[in-house]
């Protein structure tokens, strides 16, 4: 295979125009070939010229000779290692493995034991997909919370409702990351997330690909239980024996797989009861700040809109003079703010978009990291104790709605009483208030000043009706439930897994710990 790099086409180009320039990049004439778009970028540094920059894989007779003649440093002969699911296990298991939580991490690690013949029990505290839309947006409409089915809970896990960006920093080395591509095209994601730089699924196509993933896993003998909260582990020896559910039935287990997400802190609770070993984990806190997307369309691109490239998303950081790192997270183009709470009296914020991306906003997470220093209490839960007073506190200032707050009241400490041009997005109802008021002093300083930092880059960032809202104290696990080099706790048959144990961060790289820990299981123990 021949791999071409920095190939750059108008933004506007057709697929005949890269055929042709992949042609002349390897002066093949007439000869036939096919190739393969792996990558996609913009370059958009010249906002008058933007670019996609592309690297395609290229089958054509006699590559070698070719590959030798053009003498081009984007231009290589490469093998691609297909990847491999290991299906070398020699130990038996008494029961199937029970996955609990259906988030990324464990619907990819039920569908790879599925496909491998293990027939796992995936056990769902929250509802079945579209039932769980139905709760979701009754919530947000009523503000009814169903604690067990929600933003956070429920199939599909935290990531349903969300922008579906599924870029990741997670090393690839493995090919798994591919491989969480693949299995969303398979189950009916649009093919260019394969290569797009910024891949993204909106909540409008997740909670179908979610669903279809289910379907697969249950052909291939899997087991998907909702309603069906992990109340208890049951142990011997300090081995597995059992999971309990809803506070009574009891399962079988030699193995669990423990993909429960950052916001189960029940079922963290019953794990430190159970002697299951964690730790305080750092993670950030802030709020969500709103712009006009027509507005960071223009900081981005030199126009209000453009039909090609959508709606421009950013990424912008800041070290402060306190030493404190502000940076923008889950940015969501032409998106929502959502109500992403799942307690009661406890309000937290995310954001998500549909596939459109169409909203007339642009809205980020604007974060400052915070470690268990600063957290109210010692021990492994403390970073929970530090969420629900934030929480509570985001609660109570908007009177269990959200609370919004413009940028020019934020900087001078005040309620906010009157919008200005920008009208909010926001899934849940929303009240205006003082947002800044919830936050500790020094992380609401450290947004200040970045907002204002922010605003040398993005101008306009720092407007006076710039919409702030909160509390954003959902951003990664305030846990990690230590495991060891092979992937189980110090309690034996349970494998922590995905964001919730502290080993992952965002929709991808839980999927790919979900295959991580499949493939550990069928390297040690044969399947039925
Ligand atoms: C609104 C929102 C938007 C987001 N946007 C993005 C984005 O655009 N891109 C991105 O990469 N990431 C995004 N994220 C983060 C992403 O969703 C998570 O990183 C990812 O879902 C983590 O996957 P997971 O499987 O580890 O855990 P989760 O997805 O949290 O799934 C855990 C599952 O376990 C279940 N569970 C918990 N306790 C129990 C129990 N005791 N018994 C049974 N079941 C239980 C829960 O109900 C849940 O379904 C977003 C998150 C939210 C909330």
Redesign the pocket.
């Known amino acids: 295979m021949i791999r071409i790099t920095q190939l750059k086409l108008s933004i506007d180009h057709t697929p005949k125009d890269l055929e042709r320039k992949i042609a002349r990049q390897l002066r093949l004439g007439n000869t036939p070939f096919t190739f393969e778009i792996k990558k996609q970028s913009l370059d958009a540094r010249r906002k008058e010229d933007k670019k996609f920059v592309y690297t395609v894989d290229v089958s054509v007779k006699d590559e070698q000779r070719i590959a030798k003649k053009v003498n081009d440093n984007n231009i290589m002969l490469i093998k691609e290692k297909p990847y491999e699911f290991p299906l070398t296990g020699t130990e038996t298991l008494q029961h199937p493995p029970v996955v609990?939580?259906?988030?990324?991490?464990?619907l990819f690690c039920a569908w790879y034991l599925a496909k491998a013949g293990f027939c796992p029990i995936v056990?769902?505290?929250?509802e079945e997909a579209d039932k769980r839309q139905q709760s979701v947006e009754r919530f947000w409409r009523d503000g009814v919370l169903d604690p067990d089915s929600n933003?956070?809970?429920?199939?599909?896990?935290?990531?349903t409702?969300?922008?579906?960006?599924?870029n990741?920093l997670v090393k690839d080395t493995f090919g798994r990351g591919q491989e969480v591509l693949r299995r969303f095209v398979e189950a009916g994601a649009p093919e260019e997330i394969l290569y797009q730089q910024k891949p993204?699924l909106g909540t409008d196509i997740l909670v179908d690909i979610v669903q279809e993933m289910r379907r697969q896993t249950e052909a291939m003998g899997g087991t998907f239980r909702f309603r069906?909260?992990?109340?208890d582990l049951l142990f011997e020896n300090s081995t597995l024996r059992a999971v309990q559910i809803n506070g009574k039935e009891e399962i079988p287990a030699d193995i669990c797989v423990l993909?429960?997400?950052?916001?189960?802190r029940d079922?963290f609770q019953m794990l430190k009861q159970r002697g299951i070993y964690m730790e305080p984990k750092s993670f950030a806190v802030g709020v969500r700040m709103e712009h006009p997307q027509s507005m960071i369309n223009m900081d981005l691109y030199g126009e209000e809109a453009n039909e090609i490239l959508g709606a421009a998303s950013y990424k912008v950081t800041h070290t402060c003079k306190n030493g404190r790192g502000v940076y923008s997270f889950?940015m969501c183009p032409g998106g929502y703010v959502?109500n992403?709470s799942s307690e009661p009296e406890m309000l937290a914020v995310?954001?998500?978009s549909y596939q459109a991306r169409d909203s007339k906003n642009a809205n980020s997470a604007l974060i400052v990291t915070v470690s268990p220093e600063d957290f109210p209490e010692e021990g492994p839960l403390g970073g929970i104790a530090f969420q629900r007073d934030l929480e509570r506190a985001a609660w109570k200032t908007g009177q269990g709605k959200v609370p919004v707050q413009l940028f020019k009241d934020y900087r001078e400490n005040k309620e906010s009483t009157s919008l200005g041009e920008i009208t909010p997005c926001i899934k849940g109802e929303w009240k205006l208030g003082d947002v800044r008021s919830i936050l500790p002093k020094e992380v609401g300083d450290s947004i200040l000043e970045g907002i204002l930092a922010f605003a040398r880059k993005l101008p306009g960032f720092d407007r006076d009706d710039a919409l702030i809202s909160g509390v954003e104290s959902?951003t990664s696990s305030p846990v990690r439930i230590v495991r060891n080099q092979e992937l189980e706790s110090n309690m034996g048959g349970i494998y922590p897994c995905?964001?919730?144990a502290g080993y992952?961060?965002?929709?991808?790289s839980?999927a790919m710990d979900?295959i991580k820990i499949a493939e550990t299981i069928s390297k040690k123990y044969r399947n039925f």
């Not at 069906?228 to 109340?231: A, H, Y």
Request: charged share 15%.
């Open positions: 609990v939580g259906s988030g990324p991490a464990g056990l769902e505290r929250g933003v956070q809970f429920g199939e599909g896990g935290a990531g409702f969300s922008d579906g960006k599924l990741t993204h069906s909260k992990v109340t993909a429960v997400g950052h916001s189960a079922t889950c959502v992403a995310n954001g998500m959902r995905g964001e919730g992952a961060g965002g929709i991808t839980a979900g």
